[in-house]
């Protein structure tokens, strides 16, 4: 079983109030040290259930990502790549996996949105609410060589998070330093 490898989720506790208030700035901002820039900044931290995002956002085109195996590389040599076709890879934060990844197809240009959580390590008083860090993404196919297709990430600009923060309506929200969006429930 994979999540039994998976490293284990260092926990603190934070409380809710405080984190809202400006704690959200000790949280880590960067989901690698690696040079790909699109794919590092987290862009969101998230204090709700991950089946209530998902319920919210079901309705707007968000689907679940199902999982990929390794078939996902003889996939990624189609010499004709589409949404369809080509699996999006899950991402590791601290040797785990996303906790939710959604994705939304945006026809017809062949791009993805993405919504990709982690958990965060840290439990917000006084319930215990886990607090996942978030990258709300779009994906775009790229192909190289003419031979080998991925999708590769950059961060959402903001008239793409607008939709994101009306179908999240019902959850508190703020955005804070221009690009971090906080929610909580």
Do not use: C, H
């Not at 039994?4 to 000790?26: C, F, N, T, Y």
């Amino acid at each position: 079983d994979l999540a039994a490898m998976q490293a284990p989720v260092a926990v603190s506790l934070v409380d809710r109030e405080a984190w809202w208030a400006g704690e959200w700035q000790a949280l880590p901002r960067n989901r690698t040290r690696l040079a790909s820039v699109a794919a590092r900044p987290f862009n969101a931290q998230m204090a709700a259930d991950l089946e209530v995002i998902s319920e919210k956002l079901a309705p707007s085109g968000w689907e679940p990502v199902p999982e990929t195996d390794w078939r996902w590389i003889v996939q990624a040599l189609n010499p004709e790549p589409d949404q369809a076709s080509l699996p999006l890879l899950g991402r590791a934060y601290l040797g785990r996996s996303e906790s939710l990844l959604l994705r939304k197809n945006v026809e017809p240009d062949g791009r993805l949105l993405t919504i990709r959580l982690w958990d965060s390590g840290v439990r917000l008083a006084p319930d215990g609410q886990v607090l996942y860090l978030g990258q709300l993404s779009e994906e775009e196919l790229v192909q190289r060589f003419g031979l080998f297709s991925y999708w590769r990430s950059r961060p959402l600009s903001a008239a793409l998070r607008v939709p994101i923060r009306q179908a999240l309506t019902g959850l508190e929200q703020q955005l804070v330093e221009e690009d971090l969006l906080l929610v909580r429930d």
